[in-house]
Structure formats: C-alpha cells, structure tokens
C-alpha cells in the first residue's frame, strides 16, 4: 500500500511537470531548478476554521503526501528520489528553507540505509483560503515520521504550514510556506 500511495504520487507529480513544459523549445536546455511565482503568500485566509469532517480528510491527505515526500526509503530509484526531491524543493517558499532541507537530506541519505516505519500527522489548524477566486486552504500541521537509519531507530518531527487544495476526493499539498523539523 506505501509503494502504491509513493508511485500515485509519483505520477501525479510527474504529470504536473508534463503539463507545465508545453511551448519549450525542445533543443533548449533545461533550467535546474525554475522555481514557480509563489501564491503562500497572496492568499486570502479565512477567520473561520475548516469543519471536523474537513480537518480530518485534510489530515489524512497531507500524512499520504508525507508518506511520500518528506523522507522515503532507500530502496526508491534513484530517478524516482531525484523526482520527489525535486517537487519538494520546488514547492518550498522560503530560499533559506529550500536550501537548509537540501543539505539536511542530503546528510541523511549520505551513506545510510534508510527505512521508513511509519507516518502520522495532526492538523492543528487549517483554515479556507481563497487565491484568484480559486478555493484552497491553509494547514498547519506536526508531521512525525519514524524508522530506521542503517539499524538505528529514528524520529523526525516536522512543523508544517501548507498550502493545499482539498476540494475534490484528493488532497494536494500546492506549495510549503514553512518547514522546520527535529
């Protein structure tokens, strides 16, 4: 089921980034990383809070999305790493904190087996939001993710203010207007 729910978002994402490359030219050399035009913060967030049934389903899509993004196995393809790295970092906001999840994941993977055990999440706020007349929403959240890093048991505990789009069936986080983790 966790390999199910990484390559689905795989493919979402890679879809994502199919869609987005029209009118290139093809001989043109790619950009390593072209970070999009932000919306975090142009988005008009509501007072009111998200309902219960709401929260839970938003809490629910961002643990799928976690399980996915945040930290993964060391058996993942490397294309497939390079993959989920790269929509990570592009849907970071801040510089400061692209560049300090680079290194950080770049120390953690460095030479280590890494085993993912389990992924909870705990929505502590999550409110309606609205961005060009396009309705969205923004969470706050504490992401823990556990396992095991060449046999040594490990915790990380990430704090986590997303934008995300919970209108439909899916949750999709849209961009990370902070991250910080322990």
Same mark, same amino acid.
């Given at each position: 089921?966790?390999? @199910?729910?990484?390559?689905? !978002?795989?493919? @979402?994402?890679?879809?994502?980034?199919? @869609?987005?490359?029209?009118?290139?030219?093809? =001989?043109?050399? %790619?950009?390593?990383?072209?970070?999009? #035009? /932000?919306?975090?913060?142009?988005?008009?967030? *509501?007072?009111?809070?998200?309902?219960?049934?709401?929260?839970?389903?938003?809490?629910?899509?961002?643990?799928? +999305?976690?399980? %996915? /993004?945040?930290?993964?196995?060391? $058996?993942? *393809?490397?294309? #497939?790493?390079? !993959?989920?790295?790269?929509? &990570?970092?592009?849907?970071?906001?801040?510089?400061?904190?692209?560049?300090?999840?680079?290194? #950080?994941? #770049?120390?953690?993977?460095?030479? @280590?087996?890494?085993?993912?055990?389990?992924?909870?999440?705990?929505?502590? %706020? !999550?409110?309606?939001?609205?961005?060009?007349?396009?309705?969205?929403?923004? %969470?706050?959240?504490?992401?823990?993710?556990?396992?095991?890093?060449?046999?040594?048991?490990?915790?990380?505990? $990430?704090? &986590?203010?997303?934008?995300?789009?919970?209108?439909?069936?899916?949750? *999709?986080?849209?961009?990370? =207007? !902070?991250?910080? +983790?322990?």
């Amino acid at each position: 089921m966790k390999k @199910c729910i990484k390559y689905l !978002a795989l493919f @979402c994402f890679a879809a994502v980034l199919l @869609c987005g490359c029209k009118g290139k030219d093809e =001989g043109a050399e %790619a950009d390593p990383l072209v970070l999009p #035009d /932000y919306m975090f913060d142009k988005v008009e967030k *509501s007072d009111e809070s998200c309902t219960d049934e709401e929260i839970q389903k938003i809490q629910e899509g961002i643990n799928n +999305w976690a399980k %996915a /993004y945040l930290l993964v196995d060391s $058996y993942t *393809s490397s294309e #497939d790493k390079e !993959a989920i790295d790269t929509g &990570l970092y592009e849907s970071i906001v801040s510089d400061k904190e692209r560049e300090e999840v680079q290194k #950080d994941r #770049d120390e953690f993977y460095q030479d @280590c087996e890494v085993e993912i055990e389990s992924v909870s999440t705990e929505v502590t %706020a !999550a409110n309606p939001a609205t961005y060009e007349e396009k309705s969205m929403g923004v %969470a706050s959240c504490k992401v823990t993710i556990t396992g095991t890093r060449n046999e040594e048991k490990f915790e990380r505990n $990430y704090d &986590l203010e997303l934008l995300i789009n919970y209108s439909s069936n899916t949750v *999709s986080v849209y961009e990370i =207007g !902070a991250i910080s +983790w322990k």
